[in-house]
């Protein structure tokens, strides 16, 4: 019988030790930067995982605080939708695709009914919505890369949410670039350019989230 030993030493016809990665198991999937769409779109998994260019991105788990937020929002949103506006609101998970090799998982998403779509998931979006999560890390992604990669995508409108602020702030895109269109705080109501009449109490928006 064949006896392999894996990269944390451990023989391969015994489990690793308890606290470690089953190395076996992730050994089944293509390395960082050889992951194709198909790998990426066949994954069997409920966590928020995103891809760009041959590698994937484990997102981190969402808190209590974090989907109350994205709950209360997403609520406006559809009821704005369904009364006034074609199209549909989706929430996380349901990855987006950005362009090929690139896909990310905004928490809300609002798509007209003429927008395509790619193997089965949205080709794109026409707003989105990010509510930060705790962390350096997390707040860098969504305000500084993610605005570089919506608008480059062609996304009209990208609504960043920071709990930690207490703030709203409305993106508006400017041929390849986003403008602000707002900063709203507490007491103050964040509009939409993309959706005249839709707004959003920022107060209501957070009201929630410190709920048990």
């Known amino acids: 019988m064949a006896f392999r030993v894996s990269a944390n030493g451990s023989s391969g016809n015994s489990p690793p ?3 470690e990665p089953a190395w076996d ?3 089944l999937y293509p390395v960082q930067g050889s992951w194709t769409e198909s790998d990426y779109l066949e994954l069997g998994t409920n966590r928020m995982v995103e891809f760009c ?17 994205v709950r209360q929002v997403f609520l406006v949103l559809q009821a704005f939708v369904s009364a006034h506006a074609p199209g549909e609101v989706f ?8 362009r090929p090799g690139k896909y990310r998982e905004p928490d809300i998403i609002y798509v007209r009914p003429d927008r395509g779509e790619h193997a089965g998931q949205p080709d794109g979006a026409d707003l989105v919505i990010e509510v ?4 350096e890390a997390n707040r860098r992604r969504d305000k500084e890369i993610k605005v570089e990669e919506y608008a480059e995508a062609g996304i009209p409108e990208y609504w960043i949410v920071d709990p930690e602020m207490r703030q709203v702030i409305v993106l508006v895109l400017d041929g390849t ?4 269109h707002g900063a709203f705080g507490p007491g103050e109501t964040a509009t939409s350019v993309l959706l005249p009449g839709f707004s ?13």
Not at 58 to 69: A, E, G, S
Not at 201 to 209: I, K, P, R
Request: no cysteine; charged share 20%; glycine share 10%.
């Open 17 to 19: 030790p308890l606290g």
């Open 25 to 27: 198991v992730a050994l």
């Open 53 to 69: 260019d041959g590698a994937i991105e484990v997102l981190p788990m969402p808190t209590r605080m974090h989907q109350r937020i």
């Open 91 to 98: 929430f996380a998970p349901l990855p987006v695709r950005l």
């Open 132 to 135: 930060l999560s705790e962390g």
């Open 177 to 180: 670039a986003y403008r602000q």
């Open 200 to 212: 959003a109490s920022v107060d209501e928006v957070f009201a929630g989230a410190q709920d048990g």
